[in-house]
C-alpha cells in the first residue's frame, strides 16, 4: 500500500507514524526526562532492586547445584519463593556484577513497558496507537511513574515481562498455533498465571487451555531435569508457604485477603477470606466468560481475569498490578466519546497513581489498626478491582454499542466485517 493510499484509508504505518519528526523528538525528550527523573530520585533515594538480588542468587543456585531453598539474601533476609523453572532461567544474571544487572534490569524493563503499551493498544483495538511510535514513547514515559510500573522498576521485578508474554499470548487469534503456550510457561515462572488456562476453558477454548497446561508442564519437567530435588521440595512443600513470601496484612500486599486481614484486624483471617476468594475467584471467571460471550471482547476478558488472579492470590504486592496498564489503555478505547467515561478513566488514572497506601501511616503494625475511613485508601487495588469487575457485568446488561453487527466469539474484535456494509467498527472492539 502507498502513502497516499494509506492516507486516503485513513490508516498509518509505523514509518508514517516516525515521519513527523517533530512528535517524535518531543516524545524522545519526554521519555529521557522521566528516566532521568528516575536517576534523580535513585541519588536521593537509592532503590534496593532487591527482587533482582534474589533472581541472581537463584540463577547462582541454579548453577551451582546449591540449595535453592535455603538461602536468603539483603538486609531483609528474603529467600527464593519462584519454581525451579524460573531459577535456571536466571542463571543468565549471574554473568554480569549485581550492579550491572541492576542498570540492565532499569534498561530492559522501559523496553519492557514499552513493549506491554504496544500490545495494549493492539488488543484493544487502537491500531493506530499501537504503531506510532510518538505515542508508544511519551506513554511510556509517563507510565513509568504509576505505581506498580515504578514498585516494578523500584524492586527489579519481572512483571512486565510476565504480563507481555501473556498478553502477547492471549492476543492472538483463536487457532493461531500453540496459542496458551506462551502462558502455560509464564505460569512456570510465577504460578499466578495458571488462571488464564481456566479463563480459556469456561470461554470454550479447550485446545488453547490445554496448551497452557502443557506449557506448565514442560516448564516443571524442565526445571525437574536440571533441579530434580528443589523441584520435588518446592511442589510438595514451599509452594504452599504463604508466609514464606512476607506477611499478609501489610499494606504492600493489595490483594482480596490484606484487604479482609486488614479490615478485621486480624492477620490470619482463615475461612472469612477463603470463603470470599472462593466466591470472587467464580465472579470473575463469570465475568470474563460473560464479556467474552457477550461483546465478544478477547481483550475484556483477559482483564477481568487478570484482576481476578490479583484479587485471589493470597500476596498480590502492589507492583503485580502492572495490568493497570492494559486496563487504562482499554478504558481509554473506551471514552474518546463519552465525558463520564473520561471521567472515570482519570479516576482509575489518579488511583495508580495516587500512592494512596504509601501516605498513611503503616509502620510497625500500624496496618492492623486502621481506622474504618483509612481502610480504602490502603486498599485501593482491590476495592477498584472488585468494582470494575461489577461494573463489566452491568455494562453487558446494556444492549451493545455495535447495533445490528453480530457479535461473534472467537472472531478478532468479536464482530462480522461491517466495512462490507460500508460501516465502522467501534473503537476498542477488536480483541487482537
Not at 490508516?11 to 512528535?23: E, F, K, L
Not at 503456550?181 to 470461554?203: D, E, N, Q, S
Not at 472488585?386 to 468479536?414: D, E, H, K, N, Y
Request: charged fraction near 10%.
Amino acid at each position: 500500500m502507498s502513502a497516499a493510499e494509506g492516507t486516503r484509508t485513513g490508516r498509518r504505518t509505523w514509518g508514517q507514524g516516525i515521519a513527523r519528526p517533530r512528535g517524535l523528538v518531543i516524545a524522545t525528550a519526554l521519555l529521557m526526562a522521566s528516566l532521568a527523573g528516575l536517576w534523580l530520585l535513585y541519588q536521593v533515594l537509592p532503590m534496593p532492586m532487591s527482587d533482582i538480588a534474589v533472581y541472581r542468587a537463584e540463577g547462582q543456585a541454579a548453577a551451582a547445584g546449591g540449595d535453592l531453598y535455603g538461602f536468603t539474601v539483603t538486609k531483609w533476609a528474603l529467600p527464593a519463593t519462584y519454581p525451579p523453572f524460573a531459577a535456571v532461567l536466571f542463571i543468565p544474571t549471574t554473568w554480569v556484577s549485581l550492579g550491572t544487572l541492576k542498570v540492565v534490569g532499569v534498561l530492559v524493563n522501559a523496553v519492557l513497558l514499552a513493549l506491554l503499551i504496544h500490545l495494549s493498544c493492539k488488543a484493544a483495538g487502537l491500531r493506530k496507537a499501537a504503531g506510532t511510535a510518538p505515542v508508544i514513547l511519551a506513554s511510556t514515559a509517563l507510565g513509568l511513574w504509576l505505581e506498580p510500573v515504578f514498585q516494578t522498576f523500584v524492586f527489579g521485578q519481572v512483571n512486565l515481562a510476565l504480563t507481555c508474554l501473556v498478553l502477547w499470548d492471549l492476543s492472538r487469534p483463536d487457532g493461531a498455533r500453540f496459542k496458551g503456550f506462551a502462558t502455560g510457561i509464564a505460569a512456570g515462572i510465577k504460578l499466578t498465571p495458571a488462571i488464564f488456562g481456566l479463563y480459556l476453558l469456561v470461554t470454550g477454548r479447550v485446545k488453547a487451555a490445554f496448551t497452557v497446561l502443557g506449557g506448565f508442564l514442560v516448564s516443571a519437567l524442565l526445571g525437574w531435569l536440571v533441579l530434580p530435588a528443589a523441584s520435588i521440595e518446592f511442589w510438595t512443600q514451599r509452594m504452599f508457604e504463604t508466609g514464606r513470601v512476607g506477611k499478609i496484612w501489610i499494606v504492600d500486599n493489595q490483594s482480596l485477603q490484606g484487604l479482609i486481614t486488614r479490615v478485621l484486624h486480624d492477620p490470619e483471617p482463615g475461612l472469612l477470606w477463603a470463603v470470599p476468594a472462593l466466591l470472587t475467584a467464580v465472579a470473575g471467571l463469570y465475568t470474563a466468560r460473560r464479556v467474552y460471550k457477550r461483546r465478544g471482547l478477547d481483550s475484556w476478558g483477559v482483564l477481568c481475569t487478570a484482576v481476578t488472579a490479583l484479587l485471589v492470590s493470597p500476596i498480590s504486592w502492589s507492583h503485580h498490578w502492572v495490568w493497570c496498564v492494559p486496563l487504562l489503555v482499554a478504558l481509554a478505547a473506551h471514552t474518546r466519546r463519552s465525558p463520564w467515561r473520561r471521567a472515570l478513566l482519570a479516576a482509575v488514572t489518579v488511583v495508580f497513581a495516587a500512592r494512596t497506601m504509601w501516605i498513611i501511616p503503616h509502620t510497625g503494625d500500624l496496618d492492623l489498626h486502621f481506622a474504618w475511613w483509612q481502610q480504602p485508601f490502603a486498599a485501593p487495588y482491590p476495592v477498584l478491582g472488585l468494582a470494575l469487575l461489577a461494573a463489566v457485568v452491568r455494562w453487558t446488561r446494556q444492549p451493545s454499542a455495535a447495533s445490528g453487527t453480530p457479535v461473534v466469539p472467537g472472531v478478532p474484535g468479536g464482530c462480522l466485517p461491517a466495512q462490507r456494509a460500508g460501516q465502522e467498527l467501534p473503537s476498542g472492539s477488536r480483541a487482537g
